[in-house]
């Protein structure tokens, strides 16, 4: 079973950055999109930002221009740069990986990664 592995969360100021990790137990194949979401106490969890396989990103209307995400192709590894965070950012981060091919596709979620920022 493939795992995601997230690091790089944690208790942050306001202002602050914070850059989180997500790299794969196995080499993936046909990767169509790594993701990052989050969820806030209380709240259900919302898609942050998207990279499909072409190079394409997409971000969440709140974090457009403070938040970067971007891979390593060669490490299956997934990032999100985070900057000028707000206390409403606070929430744990979950990666996510969608791929396959017809009648083989896979999706993996990451256990979370605590982000808090308070100061």
């Known amino acids: 079973q493939v795992q995601l592995v997230e690091s790089g969360g944690g208790l942050v100021q306001p202002r602050g950055s914070l850059r989180l990790s997500c790299g794969a137990s196995e080499r993936l194949f046909s990767i169509l999109a790594m993701s990052w979401y989050r969820q806030a106490p209380g709240q259900e969890r919302a898609l942050v930002a998207t990279l499909i396989s072409g190079g394409a990103t997409m971000y969440a209307d709140s974090v457009k221009g403070r938040f970067t995400i971007s891979r390593d192709k060669d490490k299956n590894t997934v990032f999100l740069q985070m900057n000028s965070l707000k206390p409403e950012d606070t929430a744990v981060y979950y990666c996510?990986?969608?791929?396959?091919?017809?009648?083989?596709?896979?999706?993996?979620w990451g256990q979370g990664t605590q982000v808090t920022v308070s100061s």
């Open positions: 996510n990986i969608k791929g396959g091919v017809l009648r083989s596709e896979y999706e993996y």
